[in-house]
């Protein structure tokens, strides 16, 4: 049973498409995360939600939005694909600790098998 | 903001020896996690081993091994008996409230018959 998975693995589109990558946790976790790794694999976070809340969001243009239907699944849509969004994009889960110095706590993030996304 | 530093871009050892790989971090805060993932050629993110900044025990999971060094922020992986199967991009990772990742650059490990 894959614990993180991800649609598609591998996903080839023109520039200017819109696209969208899905992820699903069965681990019951309450928090979910999207990283991009880079073409020399630097793995840098893109969102996280917890709970369908949206929690970070990093510098990432808005062409980028993360949608969550329900805390077991994280989707990331993409519009306007660019070149430069060629990676290899990871969704993690993890299972909140409670808070700790008046800040939420988090367990150790999982990670799904990741989807290449090459634009052309 | 943390950084995360792995100074060595690329380590070899011959199957059965063992290797360290280093791992420097920047943090002005007391209470935070460490991570190394290993990412074979599958790209799978895999969970080597984790590191709580409050305990000063270091934490081992069998051939696998932490030197924890708070004050130094230092915080190196010991791979004992290396396998061919270990042979992976290895990634020292710092986890602070807010639990975001931020990851080091990473350091490839290839192992030698």
């Known amino acids: 049973d894959t614990a993180v998975s991800q649609t598609p693995k591998y996903l080839v589109t023109q520039m200017g498409n819109d696209k969208s990558i899905k992820c699903e946790q069965n681990?019951?976790?309450?928090?979910m995360y999207w990283y991009k790794q880079d073409s020399k694999k630097f793995l840098k976070i893109m969102f996280s939600?917890?709970?369908?809340?949206?929690?970070i969001n990093e510098t990432v243009p808005n062409r980028f939005s993360p949608k969550s239907p329900d805390k077991a699944h994280l989707n990331l849509h993409i519009n306007s694909l660019e070149l430069g969004d060629s990676a290899v994009y990871f969704c993690?889960?993890?299972?909140?600790?409670?808070?700790?110095?008046?800040?939420?706590?988090?367990?150790?993030?999982?990670f799904g098998p990741g989807t290449r996304l090459t634009v052309l | 903001a943390q950084t995360v530093t792995q100074s060595q871009p690329e380590m070899s050892v011959q199957e059965a020896e063992t290797v360290t790989l280093s791992c420097t971090y920047d943090?002005?805060?007391?209470?935070?996690?460490l991570f190394w993932y290993k990412q074979p050629p599958s790209r799978q993110m895999i969970l080597v081993i984790r590191?709580?900044?409050?305990?000063?025990q270091n934490a081992t999971e069998n051939r696998f091994s932490v030197n924890f060094q708070k004050a130094a922020k230092s915080f190196s992986l010991k791979i004992s008996d290396s396998q061919l199967g270990d042979t992976a991009m290895y990634f020292c990772?710092?986890?602070?409230?807010?639990?975001?990742?931020?990851f080091g650059a990473g350091t490839i490990l290839r192992v030698k018959s």
């Open positions: 943090t002005s805060e007391n209470n935070y996690y």
């Open positions: 939600y917890n709970n369908k809340e949206l929690i």
């Open positions: 990772a710092f986890m602070s409230y807010g639990n975001k990742l931020v």
């Open positions: 590191q709580e900044a409050y305990k000063q």
């Open positions: 681990l019951g976790h309450d928090t």
């Open positions: 993690a889960s993890s299972q909140d600790l409670g808070l700790a110095g008046g800040h939420g706590v988090s367990d150790t993030q999982y």
